[in-house]
């Protein structure tokens, strides 16, 4: 609040209000694991609202949506590098045996959990369905 960095502090705030919100509607006080969750979910949202801002021809909506997202992932842990995502896939298809497009459920299974709030998932399963269909 005192730095004055107004984007910033609405990000925050609307962090806290998302939080506060399923803790009130669920009465539970959220763990680490939950929380990282909501921010995975918003990041998710952010990035369709810039999918659909840029397919409108609006910029600015969309600037504003990155802005977000830039301030979302400072409270996420540290991403994985692409050759981390890349180990991770082949070491989940390799403890499920899996050999095709319909055992994916099973390696997404695996990753989902070590992956959640450092990878973006919807990149994850197109990785996991390339390299199951070569």
Same mark, same amino acid.
């Given at each position: 609040?005192?730095?004055?960095?107004?984007?910033?502090?609405?990000? &925050?705030?609307? +962090?806290? !209000?998302?939080?506060? @919100?399923?803790?009130? $509607? /669920?009465? *539970?006080?959220?763990?680490?694991n939950r929380i990282i969750a909501?921010?995975?979910?918003?990041?998710?949202?952010?990035?369709?609202?810039?999918?659909?801002?840029?397919?409108?021809?609006?910029?600015?909506?969309?600037?504003?949506?990155?802005?977000? &997202?830039?301030? +979302?992932? !400072?409270?996420?842990? @540290?991403?994985?590098? $692409? /050759?981390? *995502?890349?180990?991770?896939?082949?070491?989940?298809?390799?403890?499920?045996?899996?050999?095709?497009?319909?055992?994916?459920?099973?390696?997404?299974?695996?990753?989902?959990?070590?992956?959640?709030?450092?990878?973006?998932?919807?990149?994850?399963?197109?990785?996991?369905?390339? !390299?199951?269909?070569?």
């Open positions: 609040m005192k730095s004055g960095d107004k984007a910033r502090l609405g990000t &925050i705030r609307m +962090i806290l !209000a998302a939080i506060k @919100q399923i803790e009130v $509607d /669920e009465r *539970i006080e959220l763990d680490d909501v921010l995975d979910k918003m990041l998710k949202q952010r990035r369709e609202s810039i999918r659909q801002y840029r397919d409108a021809n609006r910029v600015d909506l969309a600037e504003i949506e990155e802005a977000e &997202i830039q301030i +979302i992932q !400072a409270f996420l842990p @540290q991403a994985l590098s $692409d /050759e981390e *995502i890349q180990q991770m896939i082949e070491q989940a298809i390799a403890e499920t045996d899996a050999s095709s497009i319909k055992d994916m459920g099973k390696v997404m299974g695996i990753l989902k959990p070590k992956m959640q709030g450092r990878a973006d998932m919807a990149v994850v399963s197109a990785q996991i369905k390339s !390299a199951l269909s070569a």
